[in-house]
């Protein structure tokens, strides 16, 4: 994997505090009972090590876990955001006091192992097209209520983002097609809507491409083409684009992975869609252990 790090991170998304105060609530309830035993006054001093290879992502939701349960807690980070961890490397330090630093810890390393486990997938994909114009993007398929933070971290791998949800851009899909009467119909419906949003249809065969690229959408989404006819999707949308001087962007979306996704690259098409690096999730294994303290896995 490559050892790429962002030089500009993305935004931070609206919900984090409101994400990590969900993600608290569920954990914490009406109080962390195991950290009575230890005394209010302690302070200690924790590693948090990467067990494995992988890209860190969700700094900013594993710091804003302790800075919500005591602002005194601080957290030294060793490794950057987006940067390629070794196995078994410290990637950061926090202190502080013994209660807060014990409670937030599963919260924490939950939100690293999964956003660095988004940020990682995406990072392979990116790499195995680096060479070609395609961009990798994220869809909706994302774990519920981590949709924004997913997001970001498809953004720390490389990857660019798709639409946020329903409401910032219309996607015509099959079902809206047969749900409205066929495609030239559902278009029609989108264009009377005003809604001042992109206008993206799915198109299932060639047919579709070319009522599609009739009808001048923004973004055809080429679902489960081969890659003989992604080829000529991207012809028709070439001399389509050539006659009308107009811009129909292509993307394939199916059935992609690491060990095809070159070929689709190669097809011309502008973005690959990958449902999996949100979805298949493979959690990276973090764990945080107290200076000078036993070892095992935390629970």
């Known amino acids: 994997m490559a050892t790429t790090t962002l030089t500009t991170l993305p935004a931070l998304p609206d919900d984090l505090d409101a994400c990590v105060e969900r993600a608290l609530a569920e954990d914490v309830g009406s109080g962390d009972l195991t950290a009575r035993l230890v005394d209010e006054g302690a302070q200690v001093r924790a590693e948090v090590l990467a067990r494995e290879a992988a890209v860190l992502c969700g700094q900013p939701w594993c710091q804003r876990t302790f800075e919500r349960l005591d602002p005194r807690v601080q957290v030294a980070w060793e490794v950057k955001e987006t940067s390629t961890m070794r196995a078994d490397q410290r990637v950061a330090v926090v202190s502080g006091p013994a209660r807060a630093v014990l409670t937030g810890e599963r919260t924490a390393l939950n939100f690293l192992q999964v956003l660095s486990a988004t ?18 993007v ?19 791998g490389g990857g660019i983002n798709h639409r946020k949800g329903l409401y910032d851009a219309i996607l015509i899909k099959e079902n809206h097609i047969a749900a409205a009467g066929g495609a030239r119909a ?10 001042a949003v992109p206008l993206m249809m ?43 001087k107009v ?5 394939a979306s199916g059935g992609v992975t690491l060990a095809n996704v070159r070929d689709i690259a190669d097809t011309g098409v502008d973005r690959i869609s ?9 959690a990276v294994d973090f764990s945080m252990r107290l200076a000078g303290g036993p070892a095992g896995k935390p629970a």
Not at 138 to 155: C, H, M, N
Not at 247 to 251: A, F, I, K
């Open 119 to 136: 940020a990682t997938a995406t990072r392979r994909f990116v790499e195995r097209v680096r060479g070609t114009q395609v961009a990798i």
């Open 138 to 156: 994220d869809t909706r398929k994302t774990l519920p209520g981590l949709r924004s933070a997913q997001k970001y971290a498809v953004a720390c």
């Open 186 to 195: 559902a278009i029609e419906r989108a264009r009377a809507l005003n809604a």
């Open 202 to 244: 799915e198109a299932e065969d060639l047919a579709e491409v070319q009522a599609g690229l009739d009808a001048n959408v923004d973004l055809l989404l080429l679902d489960d083409f081969p890659t003989h006819l992604l080829s000529k999707a991207v012809y028709m949308a070439r001399e389509y684009r050539r006659a009308h």
């Open 247 to 251: 811009r129909t962007v292509l993307e």
């Open 274 to 282: 990958i449902g999996g690096i949100t979805k298949h999730v493979q």
